[in-house]
């Protein structure tokens, strides 16, 4: 999620004042409404971490070792 605008965090800041109709908070509705934005966009973080560390652990400690080999290789491994 990209940085909200001031008109953004200002609606948000309005629809804060509405719900508590306490005129004379204008500030602490404003810093209210930008902590709701920064919250929002943490989870979505979150989610990716998440996601990396699942991957990891499907895949052990974190190296994925990919061998391809063919029948003739591991018949040289066994000696013949």
Request: cysteine-free; hydrophobic content about 25%.
């Amino acid at each position: 999620m990209k940085t909200p605008t001031e008109e953004q965090i200002g609606r948000r800041a309005y629809e804060i004042y509405m719900k508590h109709g306490e005129p004379g908070r204008d500030a602490q509705n404003w810093l209210e409404a930008e902590q709701e934005f920064q919250r929002v966009q943490k989870p979505a973080e979150t989610e990716a971490t998440d996601w990396e560390q699942k991957a990891i652990r499907r895949s052990g400690n974190g190296k994925r070792a990919v061998t391809v080999s063919s029948g003739r290789n591991q018949e040289f491994q066994k000696g013949f």
